[in-house]
């Protein structure tokens, strides 16, 4: 099992930046790749099942997943994977008055020896990946949108 961590500061409030991790139709914005994110249910609560549809280069690839904790707007926890892997996210807000700090965590869990190998291998650009997301979703909080080459947090 690998486990990921990134903390920032972003100079929104923590209610605008909850929104933009939980809502599907605004997740494309910041997470590169993902076309589109489709909930079983209307109501986002823990225990509701969802579809992710994410472009790895030329292919689209479909991804189960499930809330596993929703608590606006402090914390959203997601497991999201496939039968080579799984991954445990969770994103955690703490109010700083006019800013918040994100606190995010993945725990990638692999199938197999092999695709754990694979990982291990990979690490790097998993972690290169979603620091860049992480600097994605500040950018969008923070000015509205996201430039084309948005340098990832270290």
């Given amino acids: 099992m690998n486990t990921i ?7 929104a409030s923590r209610e605008q930046v909850f929104d933009l991790i939980q809502d599907e139709s605004k997740v494309g914005l910041w997470m590169e790749g993902v076309e ?29 997943g499930e809330i596993i904790q929703f ?3 402090r ?21 700083s008055g ?15 020896w092999f695709v754990g190998l694979l990982a291990g291998l990979f690490k790097f650009m998993t972690k290169r990946l979603l ?12 000015n509205g949108f996201v ?3 948005v340098p990832a947090l270290s």
Wanted: aromatic share 8%.
């Fill in 71 to 73: 608590d606006p707007p």
């Fill in 98 to 112: 006019n800013s918040c700090t994100l606190n995010y965590e993945a725990r990638i869990i692999q199938a197999n």
């Fill in 131 to 142: 620091r860049r997301h992480m600097a994605n979703l500040k950018q969008l909080a923070e």
């Fill in 147 to 149: 430039e084309e080459s």
């Fill in 36 to 64: 589109q994110l489709v909930f079983q249910e209307n109501e986002k609560e823990v225990g509701v099942h969802f579809t992710q549809h994410v472009r790895e280069g030329r292919h689209l690839h479909s991804y189960s």
């Fill in 75 to 95: 914390e959203y926890g997601i497991w999201v994977g496939n039968e080579a892997f799984m991954m445990q996210v969770l994103y955690t807000l703490e109010d």
């Fill in 5 to 11: 961590t990134c903390t920032t500061e972003i100079a």
